[in-house]
C-alpha cells in the first residue's frame, strides 16, 4: 500500500487478556519500528527489526511484550497478560534502509486495559 | 542514555505571530529530525538536519541544528491556523530514533 497500516485502529481489552497489534510496512521498507506513545509522553522505543537481522529488542519493557516480523513484510506486537499501565496508543513506522531517512508512521493503534 | 528536552512543552498564539521552539540535548547526534502530529495521526516527518551548523528552510518553517549537533530550533514565521499540532523532535544516534515530548502549539484565528 502507500503507506504503514495498522490494526486494529482501536482495541479494548480487560486486564489479564493478550492482544496482537499488526502492522504492515512499506513495500520494500527494510526497517520497521514499535513505539509506544503514552498521555503527556514522548514516543517511547520498543522494538526495531532491520532486514534478516536479529531484532533489537532493548526497549521493551517487559517480558510480557514481545514481536516478530515474517517474511520481512508484516510485524505483530504481542501483549501477554495486559496491565492498566500498557494503555497507551502503539505505533509502528517502517523506514528504507540506511541513516538519515525518516521514518513514515502509521495510524497507531490505541489500546485502553480495563 | 540520549534524552532531547523540548521547550515549551504548550504555546498558544494568535494567528499571524511567529514562534520558535526548541530542542536540546547533552547528547551528540548525527542527525536530528523534526516531525508534525495531529490528532489520531501518527507523526509525519518535516524535515532532517545533517551538519551542524545546518539551517533549513521549509516555506514558513525554518529548522537549525547547532553548530555541536546537540540541539535545533524550530522557528515559524506568521503562524497560521493549520500550523496547530504536536511538533517533535527526534535525534538518530547510534540507537533508532529518540524523542522529545513534544511542544504542543496552538494557534488561533
Known amino acids: 500500500g502507500a503507506g504503514v497500516s495498522q490494526s486494529p485502529s482501536n482495541k479494548v481489552t480487560e486486564k489479564g487478556k493478550d492482544v496482537e497489534l499488526r502492522c504492515d510496512p512499506i513495500s520494500g521498507h527494510t ?9 503527556g509522553q514522548g514516543l517511547e522505543f520498543l522494538i526495531y527489526f532491520q532486514g534478516n537481522s536479529a531484532p533489537d529488542k532493548s526497549g521493551l519493557p517487559s517480558d510480557r511484550f514481545s514481536a516478530e516480523r515474517t517474511g520481512g513484510s508484516v510485524s505483530t506486537l504481542t501483549i501477554q497478560r495486559t496491565q492498566q499501565e500498557d494503555s497507551a496508543v502503539y505505533l509502528c513506522a517502517s523506514a528504507p534502509s540506511g541513516i538519515n ?5 502509521g495510524s497507531g493503534t490505541r489500546l485502553t486495559v480495563v | 542514555t540520549q534524552l532531547l528536552e523540548q521547550s515549551p512543552q504548550f504555546l498558544s498564539i494568535q494567528e499571524g505571530e511567529n514562534l520558535t ?3 536540546n540535548s547533552s547528547s551528540v547526534f548525527s542527525s536530528l529530525q523534526w516531525y508534525r502530529q495531529e490528532p489520531g495521526e501518527g507523526p509525519v516527518l518535516l524535515v532532517t538536519v ?16 547547532g553548530d555541536a549537533r546537540k540541539d535545533s530550533s524550530l522557528h515559524i514565521t506568521a503562524a497560521q491556523t493549520g500550523d496547530t499540532g504536536l511538533y517533535l ?3 538518530l544516534g547510534n540507537t533508532p530514533l529518540v524523542f ?7 494557534v488561533i484565528a
Not at chain 1, 33 to 39: D, T
Not at chain 1, 101 to 105: A, D, M, P, Q
Not at chain 2, 50 to 65: A, I, M, W, Y
Not at chain 2, 100 to 106: E, N, V
Open chain 1, 31 to 39: 526497517a520497521l519500528y514499535w513505539y509506544r506513545q503514552s498521555l
Open chain 1, 101 to 105: 531517512y525518516g521514518y513514515t508512521f
Open chain 2, 21 to 23: 521552539v526548541y530542542c
Open chain 2, 50 to 65: 545533517v551538519t551542524g551548523g545546518e539551517v533549513k528552510k521549509l516555506k514558513r518553517l525554518t529548522f537549525q541544528f
Open chain 2, 89 to 91: 523532535c527526534a535525534g
Open chain 2, 100 to 106: 522529545g515530548k513534544g511542544t504542543r502549539l496552538s
